[in-house]
């Protein structure tokens, strides 16, 4: 089936999916590990084989955190810009590199993760709500937005009634968010992690002048 959004090589999208009825995806600190080391390896044409890294760094009485530092894939199929992982859902913004790049990589981490979550939680069938959902990033107005859209996710376990009530407590809220670990928020407000490298900061894009400092993202933030 044909997207009505077709992916082009250059372009930016707000590439998104949840789980199946509104089910967690994320039940442990583990589950979002998984998930990010699969942002960080599925970005290539090779296969991922977690279990045989797993066993590799363990032998050597290492953690798999130490992937992130040390096996930087190569020849990306696209660039990730930013994330962020939610207890039901997540969210990305991606760049296409080459044909098809997004769609390849989608399909390795979506399917490696659904494989890892069914077997760790002994479940089977569909995880996510059917096919991940992605919209055209097509002007700077909608790029500072998406931006600060996915950053202020997690605002939401935070307060869930901040958007109704039209008010937040901005320091509180931001306290919050420079301890969740499962997004890039983190990368670019706080510093330098192994976690990192799933990531590629791009200085010509159009938040970096914007929104400089955390508070910034309450101003650019939109419902999507």
């Not at 590799?56 to 992982?85: K, M, W």
């Not at 399909?107 to 993760?113: A, C, I, L, R």
């Not at 990033?137 to 109704?164: A, Q, T």
Request: proline share 3%; hydrophobic share 35%.
């Amino acid at each position: 089936m044909q997207r009505k959004v077709p992916f082009v090589e250059g372009e930016y999208y707000h590439v998104y999916n949840r789980g199946v009825e509104r089910r967690k995806i994320f039940t442990s600190v583990s589950d979002y590990q998984r998930f990010l080391l699969l942002l960080l390896l599925g970005n290539t044409q090779q296969a991922v084989r977690i279990s045989d890294l797993n066993r590799h760094y363990s032998a050597q009485g290492r953690s798999l955190r130490d992937v992130f530092s040390e096996e930087i894939p190569q020849n990306t199929l696209v660039d990730v810009l930013s994330y962020c992982l939610m207890p039901n859902h997540v969210h990305l913004i991606i760049r296409e590199k080459e044909d098809d790049g997004i769609s390849k990589f989608m399909s390795k981490v979506m399917t490696g993760y659904s494989m890892y979550f069914n077997k760790k939680y002994e479940r089977s069938g569909a995880l996510f709500q059917g096919r991940f959902q992605a919209k055209h990033i097509d002007s700077d107005f909608y790029f500072r937005h998406i931006f600060s859209y996915i950053h202020l996710n997690p605002v939401d376990l935070f307060k869930s009634s901040w958007k109704e009530d039209g008010f937040i407590d901005k320091k509180g809220a931001i306290n919050f968010l420079n301890e969740y670990g499962y997004s890039s928020y983190y990368d670019y407000f706080i510093g330098d992690r192994p976690e990192s490298s799933v990531i590629v900061q791009d200085d010509d894009l159009p938040w970096k002048d914007d929104v400089q400092i955390p508070e910034q993202l309450f101003d650019f933030y939109i419902e999507e």
